[in-house]
């Protein structure tokens, strides 16, 4: 099974790629993938792409996965600055264009997945939310993510849609860090992706609001222009398309694209 996902990916990934089969580019003159693949990708992909790249490196042997997870914004900046990568997977559009319109891309990005804000509250839900009004309640503490970063953008979106005027308590940098806040107890609610909220079930609650609908966000990925390994980096982004990759990201949550 895997053996025969392994061809059709290499055949999706792999065809055209010129240099395909130099070694330094993570390939074999058999067509095998090998070697490292590094993969930015947004902090919200981290549960979902950790699977991923196992299934890929079981797809590939001799091929290795490494992540770097972090807010879309920050991994944008790292790769135009030249830090070294294969692939990057974005929480947004606006992150990606940073990234297309600096000449950084291998080709043209693709929509994978992809995702809606949820308000994430403590297991239980012990102060009742029901919607995002009920934030502006008195004594009720509300992370949200820095408005630079896919999930902030995204929560000022749903906010002015509700006509909420909402000062949180604290911004973070990605949407775990939102998260982790509602799971220590340092906040009373967050806005955060569905995904995230049902990976942390145990702790959290995911209450839904009508207008995530006007905030979801599209995941696009692409291989980058001086990936160290180029054949790596287009067959992961061919597996992301796959059917078994996108099996798993339905799994967590995602929407299809």
Same mark, same amino acid.
């Given at each position: 099974?895997?053996?025969?996902?392994?061809?059709?990916?290499?055949?999706?990934?792999?065809?055209?790629?010129?240099?395909?089969?130099? *070694?330094?580019?993570? #390939?074999?003159?058999?067509?095998?993938?090998?070697?490292?693949?590094?993969? @930015?990708?947004?902090?919200?992909?981290?549960?979902?792409? %950790?699977?991923?790249?196992?299934? @890929?490196?079981?797809?590939?042997?001799?091929? #290795?996965? %490494? $992540?770097? $997870?972090?807010?879309?914004?920050?991994?944008?900046? /790292?790769?135009?600055?030249?830090? *070294?990568?294969?692939?990057?997977? #974005?929480?947004?559009?606006?992150?990606?264009?940073?990234?297309?319109?600096?000449?950084?891309?291998?080709?043209?990005?693709?929509? @994978?997945? =992809?995702?809606?804000?949820?308000?994430?509250?403590?297991?239980?839900?012990?102060?009742?939310?029901?919607?995002?009004?009920?934030?502006?309640?008195?004594?009720?503490?509300?992370?949200?993510?820095?408005? /630079?970063?896919?999930?902030?953008?995204?929560? =000022?979106?749903?906010?002015?849609?509700?006509?909420?005027?909402?000062?949180?308590?604290?911004?973070?940098?990605?949407?775990?860090?939102?998260?982790?806040? !509602?799971?220590?107890?340092?906040?009373?609610?967050?806005?955060?992706? =569905?995904?995230?909220?049902?990976?942390?079930?145990?702790?959290?609650?995911?209450?839904?609001?009508?207008?995530?609908? =006007?905030?979801?966000?599209?995941?696009?990925?692409?291989?980058?222009?001086?990936? *160290?390994?180029?054949?790596?980096?287009?067959? $992961?982004?061919?597996?992301?398309?796959?059917?078994?990759?996108?099996? !798993?990201?339905?799994?967590?949550? @995602? /929407?299809?694209?």
């Amino acid at each position: 099974m895997r053996t025969a996902v392994a061809a059709l990916v290499a055949v999706a990934g792999l065809a055209g790629c010129g240099g395909g089969d130099d *070694p330094a580019q993570g #390939s074999t003159g058999d067509g095998r993938v090998t070697g490292t693949v590094t993969v @930015f990708a947004a902090a919200s992909l981290t549960d979902s792409f %950790t699977r991923i790249g196992r299934d @890929f490196e079981d797809a590939y042997p001799g091929s #290795s996965v %490494t $992540f770097n $997870f972090a807010g879309s914004s920050a991994l944008a900046n /790292q790769i135009n600055q030249g830090a *070294p990568a294969d692939v990057f997977a #974005s929480a947004a559009s606006r992150n990606m264009t940073t990234v297309t319109e600096a000449g950084n891309a291998d080709g043209t990005p693709g929509t @994978f997945a =992809r995702n809606q804000l949820v308000i994430a509250v403590p297991r239980g839900n012990p102060t009742g939310v029901t919607g995002l009004a009920d934030l502006t309640r008195p004594g009720v503490k509300v992370a949200l993510c820095a408005e /630079q970063v896919p999930c902030g953008v995204a929560a =000022r979106t749903a906010l002015d849609a509700a006509g909420v005027a909402l000062t949180p308590v604290t911004l973070e940098q990605d949407v775990k860090g939102a998260l982790a806040k !509602v799971k220590l107890g340092e906040v009373d609610a967050a806005l955060v992706y =569905r995904t995230d909220a049902r990976a942390a079930t145990a702790d959290v609650t995911g209450v839904e609001f009508p207008e995530s609908a =006007r905030a979801v966000n599209d995941y696009p990925i692409v291989a980058l222009r001086d990936a *160290p390994n180029r054949a790596g980096a287009r067959a $992961f982004v061919a597996y992301v398309r796959s059917a078994p990759a996108q099996a !798993v990201l339905a799994e967590a949550g @995602f /929407q299809a694209p």
